[in-house]
């Protein structure tokens, strides 16, 4: 069985691109088949993980807009990962989409058509690493996904965006996914030390009833130079402490993976 997740919030530098790289090396370490979709205009996923967006002639874009097969443009990585990329022509994707009909249900009707093609060979994992705004392409993701995470880096503004993501996800429930769930907070750039991080996690989980996905992640400088050498950080550094928060929290979402999905369950509408 195949789990979609979609990682969200429209805030910029809160680690969804990190999260969705370093969760993708682990998920494979542990055996798992797993694609990435960049679905950022700003392909920093398709960079950080060795490929140059600028040497991509076809992308995400045309998949999602002029109806190319996804297997012409998936990418196999160094990280034991598949990635379907993205370049800067997927801004485009955004207004091109708005007048189509069904635009909500494009990211779903390709990876459907993706497993329809690859059968037993599709993936064990698909993560989706949504650009940082609540505009079609995120709504896009979650109208595929079977769970949102939401990346949070635990500073006093930071939970002002939470609420305004959870009606998007609401909405996505009542309107085109009802199976959707919210997996919880991941608190990222996280540092222990200080009261004030753990306060602020405190407050944000009890404000939205939200689970927080454990262990946070350290805030450590090897993050910031796994990009630039095309591989996460769990092949860089492997015995890096936030390579082992990630390796901790995808062996926890496995296990996640695991509990009965809503689609079994009578939709409700609770928040
Ligand atoms: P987003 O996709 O939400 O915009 P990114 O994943 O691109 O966020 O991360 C933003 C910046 O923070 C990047 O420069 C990244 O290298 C850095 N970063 C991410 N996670 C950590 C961490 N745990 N410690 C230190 N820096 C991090
Ligand atoms: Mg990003």
């Not at 370093?22 to 920093?44: I, W, Y």
């Not at 880096?153 to 996800?169: A, F, I, N, P, Y």
């Not at 407050?203 to 450590?220: A, C």
Request: hydrophobic share 40%; charged share 25%.
């Amino acid at each position: 069985m195949t789990t979609t997740l979609a990682v969200a919030n429209q805030k910029g530098g809160v680690a969804k691109t990190t999260t969705v790289a370093s969760l993708g090396a682990a998920l494979a370490e542990l055996g798992h088949r797993v694609l990435l979709v960049d679905l950022d205009p700003q392909a920093c996923l398709t960079f950080s993980l060795g490929i140059d967006p600028e040497d991509l002639e076809l992308s995400v874009h045309h998949v999602l807009t002029k109806g190319l097969d996804p297997t012409e443009v998936i990418i196999e990585t160094e990280d034991g990962v598949d990635l379907l990329p993205a370049t800067i022509e997927l801004a485009r994707a955004e207004a091109e989409l708005l007048t189509r009909t069904g635009r909500e249900h494009v990211v779903k009707s390709v990876l459907e058509g993706l497993e329809e093609d690859l059968a037993d060979e599709f993936y064990d994992w698909v993560l989706l690493d949504c650009p940082p705004s609540l505009g079609v392409l995120t709504v896009a993701a979650l109208t595929a996904a079977d769970g949102v995470l939401v990346p949070l880096q635990c500073e006093t503004l930071s939970h002002r965006g939470v609420g305004q993501l959870l009606d998007t996800v609401h909405d996505v429930r009542r309107f085109t996914n009802r199976r959707l769930e919210v997996w919880g907070v991941l608190p990222t750039l996280y540092d222990g030390r200080t009261n004030h991080a753990r306060t602020v996690l405190e407050t944000i989980s009890d404000t939205y009833d939200l689970e927080v996905v454990e262990p946070p992640i350290p805030k450590t400088i090897k993050f910031a130079e796994a990009p630039a050498a095309g591989r996460s950080i769990l092949a860089t550094n492997r015995s890096n402490k936030g390579a082992q928060a990630y390796r901790e929290v995808a062996a926890n979402l496995v296990e996640r993976s695991t509990r009965p999905r809503r689609a079994a369950r009578k939709a409700s509408t609770r928040r």
